[in-house]
């Protein structure tokens, strides 16, 4: 189960507190990574299957990625230990060459791996906070508009929130429903129709005239947008018309 590390609200924006998430890690993959400082080559076929079978999910990229990271740095120490014990290192300059030829070989990738994880990690934790904000505060339930605004497929979209209702951030009895719907734009249509029939004018002639004029056709309704900001790189939702600070970094967002 991934921890919660729960963030100060930013500084603009929606105002609700910020979710970075932890490794999504279980009991297999503490198992692997004791296992790669133990047994690297081991250790590294695990975390290479690992992957394949569960790197599709969102919430398990930043794990896998953490977990070849440290079945590199175990296959360092190991090597560096096998090499010591052995008698190997004897020789100074052997020995330096010795390790900075495998610290090139695993730290290396290890250090590209790593850095891998943390980015994924923030990313999927700006997504999720996402799902949060559209469908709590902006009332977007959706499967097809949410895929639509996050760039993300269906079936992501479905997985996605269903960890989020297990990690308690989405409430379980919130109902979500297949296909595309324009919530934001139905409320604005409908809000605009009844302030229109409360202002027309009850005269018999100035109705049969309003009437008998050729009615405007309805131009395409728009629907929020996710952007993605200029100087932090996040996505941010923007609402037709509007111009929000992004939510990380206060970059004002315009709606195009």
């Given amino acids: ?18 979710y970075l998430l932890g490794y999504n890690r ?29 790197h599709y999910k969102n919430q398990q990229k ?4 953490n977990l070849l990271c440290h079945a590199l740095i175990g296959g360092f120490v190991d090597l560096s230990l096998i090499m010591i014990l052995s008698g190997g290192l004897d ?4 020995g330096i060459f010795f390790i900075v030829f495998i610290a090139i070989l695993f730290l290396m990738p290890a250090y590209f791996l790593g850095n891998a994880a943390s980015k994924a990690k923030l990313k999927f934790s700006q997504l999720c906070h996402s799902y ?18 996050t760039g993300q497929s269906e079936s992501d979209v479905r997985r ?7 990690q308690g951030l989405i409430p379980h009895g919130l109902t979500f429903y297949e296909g595309q719907g324009a919530e934001g734009a139905v409320k604005e249509t409908t809000s605009t129709a009844r302030t229109g ?23 395409p309704q728009q ?4 952007m993605r900001c200029p100087g932090c790189g996040a996505q941010n939702t923007v609402q037709p018309g509007q111009a929000k600070p992004c939510d990380y970094c206060g970059t004002t967002l315009t709606y195009i």
């Fill in 62 to 65: 930043a794990s896998n990625y």
């Fill in 26 to 54: 279980t009991g297999i993959d503490s198992f692997i990574i004791a296992l790669s400082y133990v047994l690297m080559p081991i250790g590294l076929v695990a975390a290479i299957l690992r992957m394949l079978l569960t």
């Fill in 132 to 149: 949060i904000v559209m469908s709590l505060d902006e009332g977007v339930r959706y499967i097809g508009t949410l895929a639509q605004l």
């Fill in 91 to 94: 020789e100074l300059n052997m």
């Fill in 160 to 166: 996605d929130l269903r960890y989020l209702q297990e």
């Fill in 223 to 226: 629907l929020p947008k996710a």
């Fill in 197 to 219: 029939q409360a202002a027309a004018p009850s005269g018999s002639s100035e109705k049969t005239s309003a009437s008998s004029q050729p009615k405007p056709k309805p131009g």
């Fill in 1 to 18: 189960m991934a921890k919660l590390n729960i963030q100060d609200p930013p500084a603009s924006g929606s105002g609700r507190e910020f």
